[in-house]
């Protein structure tokens, strides 16, 4: 399985990704610049959290519009899996391949902490390693990680399955308690927690290597 | 030159009648502005200077000690350590939001200066009393500056401290500590050489904020305070991260010869600092500065302290090569002068000569004062009344009180994984971070406990010292050096000098005693408001090494049933607990005292116990005692524990005095450690058992975790949320 991590400027967990990418699949991934117009060919793109642009302005809303997010999603379009993590999943609603949008946390403050997630679906390429219902636990930490959807969109998540992880308590006040959501195709997929940084035990969890492993599994080449 | 703007610029009759001798003219406005600031006391350490040359710097693994813009450390493997603290009080107190981000970004700088990738950042924090009304309002801006700064470069924030005393009211502390890993054998100096070598500046443009912050770092505060928010600098930590990461590509390469970062007194003491340790001259011409604003002035530019900026000498040949990495991550690159023979800083500005100083006269002339001071009395111990008290009431006071309760609320706001480096996070005794990509680690720690220090600061310095070194061994590590943030009144008061030359005394002994030298450090002194001053507050920053993560310890215990030994004589040393001042409402005595011998014996056979698989849970015992201890063990797990008191004692000396060279582990069988602390001559029992959902102290009752963890959770977030 091929990879590419896009680094932007202010990206800050895009070495974090890429080690969690690497012990998963044995191959390190691509470090793409987000100046770059071509992607090389990839099964998988993650956008890293961070702060692509330094987000002074919206998160995620500049980077919406660099280069490399032009070949993002015509990748996309062409089946090739994308994974969105914290400011990554902000930049994929900016850029509109994921629908809503990240606000501020209801508490108006930076959270960092373990949160327990359900995983509402383990038919997709992202979360075939983990059981449906199953309670899983990762870090969070962002600003802006209220997920908003107008009530259509929200019943449209839900009806057709696509929201992937759900907080178990919600730390953000994000509608229907939405930790991670995918697209119609289900070959997006956008969250808030960070399953990179439970992906060694080291660190104190491993619930998120099975992210990793279920897509080397699935976009074994 | 007026007499008025000469004392504006915070220079004494002496001190200006020495520059003109050094000129042999009278100065200009840029030049007064530029010895204003290099010899402010916050650039030239004028009262302080003597004295710190009485500390210990040397160790076979220091790799490079004080004096340049962080200390190195060397961590094996070919890796180094890069760390030191620094203080942005002033800034802070005046808008502390700006004032605690741009301290956090000064002190990243000054790390990756040298060439190594900060790892963490840790911050020791003073406030006023919770009752002042402006705490709440200091605490809230300076948590968001901090996380503000560290979430947004990525950098975890993952320790430190924060303290509450009516004598911060009117002078918050702000100390922040950094730390980098680097190539022991690519660390990068200030040393400027090579006459010709182009002078570079990289980074943000040059703006009018901060203008004399050196100078207002260095003067106490009156009424007007507020009026000072111009000279606060305002930060901009995307902006950081790209230097970061343009630096470091560069440093990858063999193009730069000398590099200093632009902090307090901006592109004067940069550009002085480096000419003067290389020896050479330097002459720029400012109109090539990049300003951010029109019609700035020599003076302007010379004296901004606007952040995110470096200062590089570069190889010849390198120029093109550098321009092209910073262009990339999008800053400013500027060739503004050269090295010269001339010895001095020529600075030319719209074609005129703007300033003609000779650099080692103004560096190495800066002044020099032995201040008098006198001895601190150390309190008697006051009379105390402890009819009705019941420890495990007392316990839950203490726990859920301002200086004790969980600190959870801050450090939620900071990104303390970031980096998916960070092995013990906050809450312990010292933070670990793995060495990327290897199997060891550096704990870290800061500590200081002021009321001791005010009691009796010779005691108290050797104390902070002490708590430093034991927060490492307690988390397994063996401690290798330290950073000090020593953080005083107006030194000019022979009672607040007593306490300086007082600390610096006991930090002196107790880094010698332990092997523990000071590689770093910062002197933040004037902390005082209408002539109050702050608690001398000598801040230590403590960096250890883990040769091998899977030998560390956690302070939650591991599981039901297992015997938990207190290491260390417990004499029930009650002066300056906070058992006296929050529980009886009788502050006073004085503070325990600091066997030096005992603390270095005890620690070692800890460290002998943890490296040898022994011992997994351990936890330093500090303020609030051993019982205290215990309780934080115990909360951090969920088990209780089952105390009991040795007979004859007296049982509220015994669970809190704060008696010194304690620890508290918890093992499946007390023998092994029992037998290893009498052949090593250390005082060891075995005084209870882990289990059950509850704290017992036998003969006294007990408290349910449940109650406990409200009381301790609780005060934070209940006290922010207001009234």
């Known amino acids: ?221 | 030159m007026t007499p008025e703007i000469v004392a504006e610029h915070g220079l004494s009759e002496d001190e200006y009648a020495r520059l003109l001798e050094i000129l042999g003219r009278e100065p200009n406005m840029v030049e007064l502005g530029i010895a204003s600031a290099m010899w402010s006391e916050h650039c030239s350490y004028k009262s302080s200077r003597a004295w710190l040359a009485t500390l210990p710097t040397e160790a076979p693994w220091v790799i490079c000690g004080p004096g340049e813009n962080a200390g190195v450390v060397d961590i094996g493997d070919g890796k180094a350590a890069v760390f030191k603290i620094e203080s942005h009080n002033h800034p802070s107190f005046i808008e502390p939001y700006q004032g605690a981000a741009t301290g956090v970004g000064g002190i990243l700088r000054d790390v990756f200066t040298m060439g190594a990738r900060p790892v963490a950042v840790l911050d020791a924090l003073r406030f006023g009393s919770p009752d002042h009304p402006r705490t709440r309002h200091l605490v809230s801006g300076v948590v968001s500056g901090i996380g503000g700064y560290g979430n947004c470069i990525g950098i975890p924030t993952v320790g430190g401290e924060t303290e509450f005393d009516p004598a911060y009211d009117g002078n918050i502390l702000v100390n922040a500590m950094a730390v980098g890993i680097a190539d022991a054998d690519r660390i990068f100096y200030a040393r400027a050489t090579g006459i010709g070598n182009t002078v570079v500046y990289v980074g943000s443009k040059t703006g009018r904020d901060g203008i004399h912050g050196a100078t207002m770092a260095s003067a106490a505060f009156d009424a007007d305070a507020e009026a000072r928010r111009p000279t606060v600098q305002v930060g901009d930590p995307f902006t950081e991260k790209l230097l970061l990461e343009a630096c470091l590509e560069l440093m990858a390469t063999d193009a730069i010869v000398a590099i200093q970062d632009m902090g307090a007194a901006g592109l004067t003491s940069s550009a002085l600092e480096m000419a003067s340790k290389g020896g050479v001259g330097i002459a720029l011409d400012l109109d090539r500065v990049p300003t951010r604003e029109t019609g700035m002035n020599a003076y302007e530019i010379m004296l901004s302290e606007s952040q995110e900026r470096m200062l590089m000498v570069l190889r010849p040949d390198a120029e093109a090569a550098a321009e092209r990495v910073f262009r990339r991550w999008g800053l400013d690159f500027a060739v503004i002068g050269r090295l010269t023979d001339s010895g001095r800083v020529v600075l030319t500005h719209g074609g005129e000569t703007a300033a003609d100083i000779p650099v080692d006269p103004l560096v190495e002339a800066a002044p020099r004062y032995r201040r008098p001071h006198v001895p601190t009395p150390v309190p008697a111990m006051p009379a105390i009344d402890t009819a009705g008290v019941a420890p495990l009431e007392a316990l839950e006071r203490l726990m859920g009180s301002p200086d004790l309760a969980s600190r959870r609320w801050i450090w939620e706001q900071y990104d303390h994984m970031v980096m998916a480096d960070t092995v013990v996070r906050p809450g312990g005794d010292a933070a670990v971070i793995r060495v990327h990509g290897t199997s060891r680690g550096i704990a870290l720690t800061t500590d200081c406990t002021p009321r001791y220090c005010a009691a009796d600061p010779r005691a108290g310095g050797r104390q902070a010292v002490a708590e430093a070194w034991r927060n490492l061994v307690a988390a397994g590590a063996r401690p290798l050096a330290v950073t000090d943030n020593l953080n005083f009144g107006d030194p000019e008061r022979p009672e607040i000098m007593g306490q300086l030359v007082g600390c610096i005394e006991g930090i002196g002994e107790a880094c010698r005693a332990l092997e523990f030298p000071v590689v770093s450090g910062n002197v933040s002194l004037y902390n005082e408001t209408d002539g109050r001053a702050i608690l001398p507050t000598p801040v230590i920053g403590g960096l250890g090494l883990l040769d091998d993560l899977a030998r560390r310890t956690t302070i939650a215990f591991a599981a039901s049933g297992h015997e938990i030994v207190a290491i260390g004589a417990t004499a029930g040393h009650l002066g300056q607990s906070l058992f006296l001042r929050d529980v009886l409402g009788t502050p006073g005595g004085p503070p325990p005292p600091v066997d030096l011998d005992a603390e270095r014996r005890n620690g070692l056979l800890v460290r002998g116990l943890v490296e040898g698989g022994v011992v997994e849970v351990c936890h330093d015992v500090s303020g609030g005692g051993l019982l205290a201890a215990v309780a934080e063990m115990a909360l951090a797990s969920g088990i209780g524990a089952e105390i009991a008191l040795p007979p004859g004692a007296d049982p509220l000396a015994w669970l809190f005095g704060e008696d010194q060279g304690r620890y508290i582990v918890a093992v499946d069988d007390a023998g092994p450690v029992l037998d290893a602390a009498a052949a090593s001559r250390v005082p060891a029992a075995a005084i209870g058992r882990t289990g059950g959902a509850a704290l017992t102290v036998s003969g006294h009752g007990h408290i349910s975790l449940a109650g406990l963890g409200e009381a301790h959770e609780a005060w934070f977030p209940r006290f922010m949320a207001g009234p």
């Open chain 1, 1 to 221: 399985m091929k990879t590419a991590v896009i680094v932007f400027p202010g990206s800050n967990c895009d070495r974090d990704s890429a080690v969690a990418v690497e012990a998963a699949t044995g191959r390190a991934p691509a470090m793409v610049w987000h100046g770059e117009a071509a992607l090389p060919p990839v099964d998988l793109i993650v956008i890293p959290g961070g702060f692509a642009y330094g987000d002074y302005l919206r998160s995620g809303a500049m980077a919406a519009h660099s280069p490399v997010m032009r070949e993002v999603a015509a990748k996309a379009r062409a089946g090739v899996a994308v994974l969105g993590i914290c400011n990554g999943f902000q930049v994929l609603t900016e850029a509109g391949l994921l629908p809503g949008a990240l606000m501020r946390n209801a508490g108006l403050r930076f959270i960092c902490r373990d949160v327990a997630l359900s995983v509402e679906r383990d038919d997709t390429i992202f979360t075939r390693r983990y059981r449906a219902g199953a309670t899983v636990t990762m870090p969070v930490a962002h600003n802006d990680g209220n997920y908003v959807a107008d009530g259509e969109t929200v019943a449209r998540l839900e009806g057709e399955g696509l929201v992937a992880f759900r907080y178990r308590e919600n730390p953000n006040g994000s509608t229907a308690a939405i930790a991670g959501i995918l697209d119609p195709a289900r070959r997006i997929l956008g969250l808030m927690p960070h399953p990179e940084r439970a992906a060694d035990s080291v660190l104190g969890g491993t619930d998120g290597r099975a992210l990793f492993e279920g897509l080397a599994d699935s976009l074994a080449a």
